[in-house]
T-cell receptor, first 114, second 115 residues
């Protein structure tokens, strides 16, 4: 079984300030990790994914995330946020091998304050 | 290149009715997964279709069923609708059902409201 915990349901941050959205996961096997963004009334858009290799993953829109196996975390960061980053962000995990379903966290709403 | 398309965009039904939602995958994709996203929650996996068969299923009752056609498009059917079925239903497609091609490209969803 696998699970994802997003510790913050809402994160307010001022424009041009840095932000970190936290994600912890649980799985008995190796995993792939993902961050998605969802704008109002839209589906999910992939920001970045960790499959293997370098633990620092860079994605679209200036976002990056770092995989930490010992802490079972995959936190999302951006050094300077813009108003347009206001959205909901979902962390997701997929156990490797075979037919597998993706498990999503409950999401973090990022509100960028002008 | 069209992405994942879902229809209808919005739908209102009453308790006990049946509903069919439709999804066309992104060009080149052969696998379709369905998710239910309740208000304020993350998407919950319903099931996945590949080669016209249900390959994986989440913790949803048999009232939720699906189908995949030879052109890879898919339908989600829900019978005996309950108030709790009100949600955004997301379809996602991928090239193959496993591994790093997951999770997928998502459509904008169908908003289902049960009265």
């Amino acid at each position: 079984a696998q699970s994802v915990t997003q510790l913050d349901s809402q994160v307010p941050v001022f424009e041009e300030a840095p932000v970190e959205l936290r994600c912890n996961y649980s799985s008995s096997v190796s995993v792939y990790l993902f961050w998605y963004v969802q704008y109002p009334n839209q589906g999910l858009q992939l920001l970045l994914k960790y499959l293997s290799g370098s633990t620092l993953v860079k994605g679209i829109n200036g976002f990056e995330a770092e995989f930490n196996k010992s802490q079972t975390s995959f936190h999302l960061r951006k050094p300077s946020v813009h108003i347009s980053d206001t959205a909901e962000y979902f962390c997701a995990v997929l156990s490797t091998g075979g037919y597998q379903k993706v498990t999503f966290g409950t999401g973090t709403k990022l509100q960028v304050i002008p | 290149d069209a992405g994942v398309t879902q229809s209808p965009t919005h739908l209102i039904k009453t308790r006990g009715q049946q509903v069919t939602l439709r999804c066309s995958p992104k060009s080149g994709h052969d696998t379709v997964s369905w998710y239910q996203q309740a208000l304020g929650q993350g998407p919950q996996f319903i099931f996945q279709y590949y080669e016209e068969e249900e390959r994986q299923r989440g913790n949803f009752p048999d009232r939720f069923s699906g189908h995949q056609y030879p052109n890879y498009s898919s339908e989600l059917n829900v019978n005996a609708l309950l108030l709790g079925d009100s949600a955004l239903y997301l379809c996602a497609s991928s090239r193959g059902p496993t591994g790093a091609n997951q999770p997928q490209h998502f459509g904008d969803g169908t908003r289902l409201s049960i009265l």
